[in-house]
T-cell receptor, first 111, second 113 residues
Framework: EDKVVQSPLSLVVHEGDTVTLNCSYEVTNFRSLLWYKQEKKAPTFLFMLTSSGIEKKSGRLSSILDKKELFSILNITATQTGDSAIYLCAAQETSGSRLTFGEGTQLTVNP | EPEVTQTPSHQVTQMGQEVILRCVPISNHLYFYWYRQILGQKVEFLVSFYNNEISEKSEIFDDQFSVERPDGSNFTLKIRSTKLEDSAMYFC???????????FGQGTRLTVV
């Protein structure tokens, strides 16, 4: 059975801190790893990673994939209160495009 | 910016009733999905749809569920006889053929009483 595990499940930091969120996966026909931010309702797309070792960046957020060790990390530098959300990691299969989600990391950034 | 839209945002229904959840995917997308998230739990895949047919479905997607693309824009999820355990947030998503990055709608919160 495909499995995606995120850690930590919950994280509380102060504004300005840097955080690293972890995601490990066991997926039979792995194609890519996606990161989403879920604030109130819908998951909002952040990154899709398909190749090992190539960092993707968007402002203060960055992410990288290690296909040998089967994990990905999401880094957020200089955190702001607006970064408070649940961050979801999902693995995508090659056979179709089903996404298998992790439990999410609840990030709280305090002023 | 194009987005996936879902209606209604919240639906309350009695156990045993049929519900139809509606979605308008992003216009140039060709892959459509339904996911659900029971309160406090993971987002779970239900079904994917491509070229007017189901391309994949999960164990959750049993005979009580069906999907349809009745016209060129709408994508619907029907639950024939709702159960209490169907209460969840239902998300529609769509993706374009090459990138397969899935974009999600705001969700429909279904409450079965």
């Amino acid at each position: 059975e495909d499995k995606v595990v995120q850690s930590p499940l919950s994280l509380v930091v102060h504004e300005g801190d840097t955080v690293t969120l972890n995601c490990s996966y066991e997926v039979t026909n792995f194609r890519s790893l996606l990161w989403y931010k879920q604030e109130k309702k819908a998951p909002t797309f952040l990154f899709m990673l398909t190749s090992s070792g190539i960092e993707k960046k968007s402002g203060r957020l960055s992410s990288i994939l290690d296909k040998k060790e089967l994990f990905s990390i999401l880094n957020i530098t200089a955190t702001q209160t607006g970064d408070s959300a649940i961050y979801l990691c999902a693995a995508q299969e090659t056979s179709g495009s089903r996404l298998t989600f992790g439990e999410g990391t609840q990030l709280t950034v305090n002023p | 910016e194009p987005e996936v839209t879902q209606t209604p945002s919240h639906q309350v229904t009695q156990m045993g009733q049929e519900v139809i959840l509606r979605c308008v995917p992003i216009s140039n997308h060709l892959y459509f999905y339904w996911y659900r998230q029971i309160l406090g739990q993971k987002v779970e895949f239900l079904v994917s749809f491509y070229n007017n047919e189901i391309s994949e479905k999960s164990e959750i997607f049993d005979d009580q569920f069906s999907v349809e693309r009745p016209d060129g824009s709408n994508f619907t999820l029907k639950i024939r006889s709702t159960k209490l355990e169907d209460s969840a947030m239902y998300f529609c998503a769509s993706s374009e053929p090459r990138s397969l990055e899935a974009f999600f709608g705001q969700g429909t919160r279904l409450t079965v009483v």
